[in-house]
């Protein structure tokens, strides 16, 4: 039985070794979960941050990076950049599945057992929520039917939308 859970709330009051931003590639801060993140977590998140960009430069589509929590109740923060939805090409859907699963490679690597992702690119980045649900939950389960670290992963919708098609998908396993 893999281990998924879904929750409908505010990821950043979510308790876990690490929580995921779905970031842009300036890695800066922005709006939606990024925002939040960054004011709940406040200044140390930020300068992780610029460390890294400082290190190697923007953050790349379908990447992802590990910073401190700051103040949040997880021990990290992965922060991956989703692709903005143009016209659903396979490169579209494949960078997503690569945030998705560059997340848990990153959470693995730094021993974390409890992961929990938004839902990336379905705000401004404008991918549909259907599809997005169906590659985030594919590549987790695929992940974690091999892996042995991470050993749970939280969902975390934060509109109705989003948790009914996790629900629903779920629910039909």
């Not at 990447?63 to 103040?71: F, K, L, Q």
């Not at 997503?96 to 938004?118: C, D, G, M, Q, W």
Request: net charge neutral; charged share 25%; proline share 3%.
């Amino acid at each position: 039985m893999l281990n998924i859970e879904l929750i409908q709330g505010d990821i950043t009051k979510i308790k876990a070794d690490a929580i995921v931003n779905a970031a842009n590639t300036s890695l800066m801060g922005g709006g939606g979960v990024d925002g939040a993140i960054h004011r709940a977590g406040g200044p140390a998140i930020l300068e992780d941050c610029r460390k890294i960009v400082a290190r190697q430069g923007k953050c790349k589509t379908g990447e992802a990076v590990i910073t401190t929590a700051g103040n949040l109740p997880a021990k990290y923060v992965i922060h991956t950049v989703g692709p903005v939805y143009n016209s659903g090409k396979p490169k579209e859907l494949e960078l997503l599945r690569s945030a998705y699963l560059n997340s848990l490679k990153l959470a693995a690597e730094n021993e974390v057992h409890t992961i929990a992702f938004p839902n990336i690119s379905t705000g401004i980045y404008r991918f549909p929520k259907d599809k997005a649900a169906e590659i985030a939950l594919s590549t987790v389960k695929e992940f974690l039917a091999f892996d042995k670290v991470v050993e749970k992963v939280i969902f975390v919708c934060f509109d109705d939308e989003n948790y009914g098609l996790y629900n629903r998908l779920l629910a039909g396993e």
